[in-house]
């Protein structure tokens, strides 16, 4: 069988057979693949605790007629220590996987960009320099802007006309102009449509002075833009402190 090797971070697992685990990996070169672990459940496995959820890992794989097999796993970074040692980290992370398993639609589409994009999140997560819920509002933002689905906070999202403006709606991509305003808008305050744009771009000084309120404000609106754009709820979107 043909053997390959690639860099993934681990998004989710689950048991198959006796002993081994389905893996779903988003790979940095080959995008999301689903590849069997063998053996990975028992005590003894030589691949120890490297297919863990969040981990960043160095693979081998063998290609098979359904799935690919890894034959062999190194730890890039562990991750997971640094997140699953606190329930806010976990929570908003296990949010990250959910979303970057879900805008890789297809198996086997690289999306070199999504991947780096959640490396770098995750890095963000594990070190605890920033909020959790910052930075998981702001990965969401620029996962669905590289998924395709740029929301647009300044300029309407309909007519193009320049902003600020008052109206926000998920699923007219952002907001809207008094004109093109359409019912069941939202009119979240001027700071938290700043803030949203500081979010999607990475201006952290912004994000950081923003208020508590608006932070709130703003993951709510996140929240309601991601679920639009990706057509149903996430599980694990209840768990994350808001
Ligand atoms: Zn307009």
């Known amino acids: 069988m043909p053997l390959y090797r690639d860099e993934a971070i681990v998004l989710r ?3 198959l057979g006796e002993a081994d685990r389905i893996i779903t990996l988003l790979t940095r070169h080959h995008g ?7 053996g990975v459940r028992r005590t003894t496995s030589r691949f120890g605790s490297r297919l863990e959820p969040f981990t960043h890992v160095d693979l081998q794989l063998a290609e098979g007629r359904n799935l690919d097999t890894i034959t062999q796993a190194e730890t890039l970074t562990p991750f997971h220590s640094e997140i699953g040692l606190d329930y806010d ?22 999306s070199l960009q ?3 994009l959640l490396v770098g999140g995750l890095r963000a997560m594990s070190t605890g320099q920033r909020t959790p819920s910052q930075v998981l509002d702001s990965y969401l933002l620029r996962s669905l802007a590289v998924a395709g689905y740029a929301p647009s906070f ?3 999202a309909r007519c193009g006309l320049e902003g600020p403006h008052r109206w926000f709606n998920p699923s007219m991509g952002g907001v809207l102009c ?10 979240p305050a001027a700071e938290t449509l700043v ?5 999607l771009a990475g201006d952290w000084p912004v994000v ?16 309601a833009y991601l679920q639009w754009h990706l057509e149903r709820a996430l599980r694990s979107m209840a768990y994350v402190e808001r």
Do not use: D, I, N
């Open 195 to 199: 803030l949203l744009g500081a979010l």
């Open 208 to 223: 950081e002075a923003a208020e508590p309120r608006h932070l709130k404000e703003a993951s709510g609106l996140v929240a």
């Open 114 to 116: 999504q991947f780096l």
């Open 178 to 187: 008094a004109t093109c305003r359409v019912p069941g808008s939202a009119s």
């Open 89 to 110: 980290r976990y929570t908003a992370g296990t949010v990250m996987l959910e979303t970057a398993e879900r805008v890789a639609a297809e198996e086997r589409e690289p």
């Open 32 to 38: 999301r693949v689903r590849a069997v672990a063998k």
């Open 154 to 156: 300044e300029h309407c």
């Open 13 to 15: 697992t689950h048991k």
